[in-house]
């Protein structure tokens, strides 16, 4: 393997997970000694695909970009980052009128399910984790975003202590994603905990999300310092059962912040090693109080969970499974 062209299908946020996770690829394949290029597919007019030995996309191609790799003749893969349709479901459920073009990318996905994928990738698909295989019906080899430490590590290394009163959670969302119909079930579990244990917790919500007026709950929006409000916290509250961990949990373990989340299919995180795995709301507003109560378990769980992300995500790791993978298609 000499040259790879990596695509991402749509123009996303520079801070956006997929541009991490292509940034993470990027770093990986250099691991493996291949020189690597990334592209949006709005600007593959001006790419020759013929020009390299292997393809990436990351995410559905529209039509005009999946006959530019059928024409380059080179191998390629497909990376599937998210619940495709789930996501595309829940954009339309959000806002109908504003986000009716996600109705053409359930059409797209629809024929990649039935067309592209067989034909045009040869079933050289992967997947970040085993609940999106499953979720998006997949058959894949599901091998894990790898963890670049080192960005991480520039980015928090003249960080203010931010530290507020009471304990200090965090969690991340984005419109259009499951995640974002999680604010108001994290809502009402903080205004639980509150109310039986006083104004004790604050909640942070970075991302894009609908506001919801609660005394101890910031909507803080997008931020350049939001890996310094993590370092800072005592704690990351996710509102999902989804057991992928994404870049804001995998940078927040790495931090020594632990997790608060709800149990999911194919779940990675032990409670009370990690941090806090509810099975449901009740129990996650119990769990909350408790911790409230001791929050020295916190560095605890935290340094359980860098353990845990530093060596399941490490680069080389991470390597390891592409070469493997790529073994047979490179020949």
Not at 32 to 55: C, K, M, P, Q
Not at 184 to 203: D, F, M, P, T, Y
Not at 238 to 266: C, Q, T
């Amino acid at each position: 393997m000499k040259r790879v062209a990596m695509i991402i299908p749509f123009d996303t946020s520079i801070k956006g997970g997929v541009v991490r996770a292509v940034k993470s690829q990027e770093v990986v394949y250099r691991i493996l000694g291949a020189e690597v290029e990334t592209f949006y597919a709005s600007h593959l007019d001006d790419v020759n695909l013929a020009d390299y030995d292997l393809i990436h996309v990351h995410g559905p191609l529209k039509l005009g970009g999946i006959l530019k790799v059928r024409r380059s003749g080179v191998p390629a893969i497909l990376t599937i980052h998210g619940w495709v349709l789930q996501e595309a479901l829940t954009a339309l459920k959000t806002d109908p009128g504003g986000n009716i073009h996600y109705i053409f990318k359930i059409i797209n996905w629809i024929l990649h399910r039935l067309i592209f994928i067989r034909f045009i990738y040869r079933d050289r698909v992967t997947t970040v984790s085993e609940i999106t295989k499953k979720k998006n019906r997949l058959r894949a080899t599901v091998i894990p975003n790898a963890l670049i430490t080192d960005e991480i590590e520039g980015k928090v290394s003249e960080c203010p202590d931010l530290q507020g009163d009471g304990v200090t959670a965090v969690t991340y969302t984005s419109i259009g994603g499951s995640k974002v119909l999680s604010i108001q079930r994290l809502a009402e579990i903080i205004s639980e905990v509150n109310r039986k244990a006083g104004c004790r917790i604050r909640l942070l919500v970075f991302g894009e999300s609908p506001e919801i007026e609660d005394d101890c709950i910031e909507f803080m929006g997008y931020r350049d310092d939001f890996l310094c409000h993590v370092k800072s916290a005592d704690i990351m509250l996710l509102g999902y059962d989804m057991s992928e961990l994404g870049y804001a949990v995998l940078e927040a373990g790495y931090l020594g912040v632990p997790v608060a989340k709800f149990r999911g299919e194919f779940e990675e995180l032990q409670d009370e090693v990690h941090g806090i795995i509810a099975e449901d709301d009740s129990e996650m507003i119990e769990k909350l109080i408790r911790f409230i109560e001791n929050p020295s378990k916190g560095p605890v769980w935290g340094e359980k969970l860098k353990e845990h992300i530093t060596e399941t995500r490490d680069p080389l790791r991470i390597a390891d499974k592409w070469a493997m993978f790529l073994g047979d298609i490179m020949k």
